[in-house]
Structures are given as C-alpha cells and as structure tokens.
C-alpha cells in the first residue's frame, strides 16, 4: 500500500483533507493535474475577485463626492498595473498557504500529473488503484476535491465569440468598454459591478423574474437599486438565444415577454453557474 489516502485536487477541501489525514498519523498524497498547486479559491476565484473588488471600491469611492464636504477627483486607473498588483498577492498566497504548509508535513506527498482511477483491481484488494502519467499508485481511500469550473450554456455562437466566463474576465489585458453580463447571480454581480466602478458600461441579463432569484426578495430588490443607482443596467426575464461578432461588437439576440430583440457590447461576461472538474478520473 503506498498511502493511506489519496486526494485528487490540491485547493482548499483537499489540502484541509491532507493535513487532517496527516495529523492522525496516515500517509496522504495530493495529486494535482494543473501547473500550479491551489486550486479554484487562490488561483482563478474568490482572491483574484475579491482583489479586483477592492480595487474598483478604491476608484469608485475617489470618484464619488462624499456628502460631507469631499469632492471627487478624477484617479488614473493603469489597468495593467492591476492585473500585476492581483497576480502578486496570489503567486504568495499560494506559497505561503499551500506550498510552504505542505514541505511542513513530512507525510504528505504531492504528486504532479493527471489521476485516473483504475478497474479491474481483484476483489480481495482492498486498495484503490490510481495511475499519476505513468505510475501506478495504491491507496486505500480516495477522496476526489477536483472542485468546479464555469459552465458555458448552449447558447448557438456563444463560445464563437470568445465569451468570458469568470476565470478569463479577471485577467483581460485591456477593459472593455461596455459589457454583457448574462447571469444575475452572485459571481455576475459582484464582477459586474466591479467593471462597472472601473468605468465600464454594464448591462446584466437574468433569465428569472429577479436577480439573486435564489435568495430572499427584499435582498435581491434592495441590491438591485442599488447597483442601478451605480449605473449598472440590470434586464431580469430575458432569454439569450444567439449570440454573434459584428465587427467590434458582440451582439446577442434576446427574447423577453414574447418580444425579441438584441443587445449590443464590446464583450459578453457568461456568468450562469458551474459544473464539475470529473471529465477524465475514470469514474465511469
């Protein structure tokens, strides 16, 4: 047996998984398919928006007159300079969180390539066969923290036109100026109002009746007024059903109330919900 646990995924649930298995005395390895170690979290999601987040409040609240007596001014946004600011914090925290915690544990291996879990075991192994490129590794449990990635929906030219989805959005080399945002959901919202502080023209398309349809009424009505009073467009009740290049522009056709029409943008931000990292484990 080569360890006791196996974890395919090296973000935070399989790192956690690790340490854990670890301080109970087991051996565990992490496997991790990606060139860097860290997964979703520090990598492609919440530290890389929450940065972005706070930059744009900073530019937004120094573009804003305070009631008090604070004019605005007008800051310089050097957008390139953003992007670096971002990927600094990240390339530390995935050293000092993840790499660094790992050489601490002496029994936890981190193994680098692609896992697929393997049949054909006898029945009286009680291991779980796992093949890392070339090598043939057994554990006894395995756990699979491979965690998610934007989904794309079958909109007819949507993936043509080079949409974004909320990992490409965060590292666009120029900000666009103006913006498709289909997806009134928290990721949609929180991205959009952040481009939209960076000066961005904002327009968000929702399929339901409301944005946050998941979540409370008074919430979703309250945080509705409030992005529009920032200037963001929020469309709820609309259909996406094509979407094209016309030169410059992305132009997607919509349909709402037995209506359609189309909405025209720079680019489009597909902000519609995750699916899962299994493609390629062998699970089937």
Request: net charge negative.
């Amino acid at each position: 047996m080569d360890y006791d646990l196996l974890i395919i995924g090296s973000g935070g649930a399989g790192m956690a998984a690790a340490i854990r298995a670890s301080e109970l005395g087991a051996r565990a390895a992490i496997v991790e398919a990606a060139n860097v170690v860290g997964g979703t979290c520090v990598n492609v999601g919440c530290i890389q928006s929450k940065h972005l987040i706070e930059a744009a409040h900073h530019f937004h609240s120094a573009r804003s007159r305070y009631p008090a007596g604070i004019g605005a001014c007008s800051p310089t946004l050097v957008w390139r300079e953003v992007l670096l600011a971002k990927q600094t914090v990240v390339e530390r925290l995935r050293q000092e969180k993840y790499l660094d915690v790992l050489e601490a544990y002496q029994n936890i291996t981190l193994l680098r390539g692609r896992a697929v879990l393997e049949s054909g075991a006898a029945q009286e192994d009680v291991a779980i066969r796992v093949r890392v490129r070339q090598e043939l590794v057994r554990a006894r449990k395995v756990i699979i923290a491979t965690g998610t990635a934007p989904a794309m929906p079958p909109i007819p030219g949507l993936r043509e036109i080079g949409a974004l989805d909320s990992t490409t959005a965060m590292v666009m080399p120029e900000l666009p100026a103006s913006l498709l945002v289909v997806g009134g959901g928290s990721i949609g919202l929180e991205l959009g109002q952040a481009f939209a502080r960076f000066g961005v023209r904002v327009v968000v398309l929702e399929l339901e009746d409301r944005i946050l349809s998941t979540g409370d009424q008074d919430v979703s009505a309250a945080l509705a007024a409030a992005l529009e009073a920032e200037g963001l467009e929020i469309r709820t009740g609309v259909r996406v059903t094509q979407a094209a290049r016309r030169g410059s522009e992305v132009v997607l056709t919509v349909e709402r109330a037995g209506m359609s029409g189309e909405v025209h943008a720079e680019q489009v931000l597909v902000a519609t919900g995750r699916q899962p990292n299994t493609a390629d484990l062998g699970l089937e």
